[in-house]
């Protein structure tokens, strides 16, 4: 197990259908800006223009480097349904080296001579 700062994280988005969920986790990976994306159901409760609001929708949970957040980030706003969607990245603190090396490599990131990644 690995706590260096290798810069992998976790960015979680929702998505308000399964097509959805699948088209953008599809652009995601076929853009290398994540190596992995899961896809789950989850019941959101919050409050939109005034109103609380319930919805069932799908968590895209993208594993990827840091270095690709800003990508990502344009990317879903440029082709998300929703007026305001949620990406939020979450620094993994502790990894398996190999998973670590898998991820850098599926996102294109190549690490420096400090061992960070570039």
Known sequence: MSTTTENLIVVLITCGSNEEARRLSEGLIRGRMAACVN????DSVFHWKGTTENQSERLLIVKTV????????KFIKANHSYEC???IAVKVGAFSDDYAAWVRSECGAKKNDQGENK
Request: charged share 35%; aromatic share 6%.
């Open 39 to 42: 896809i789950t159901g989850v």
């Open 66 to 73: 840091s270095t690709k957040f800003d990508e990502i980030e």
């Open 85 to 87: 969607p949620e990406i």
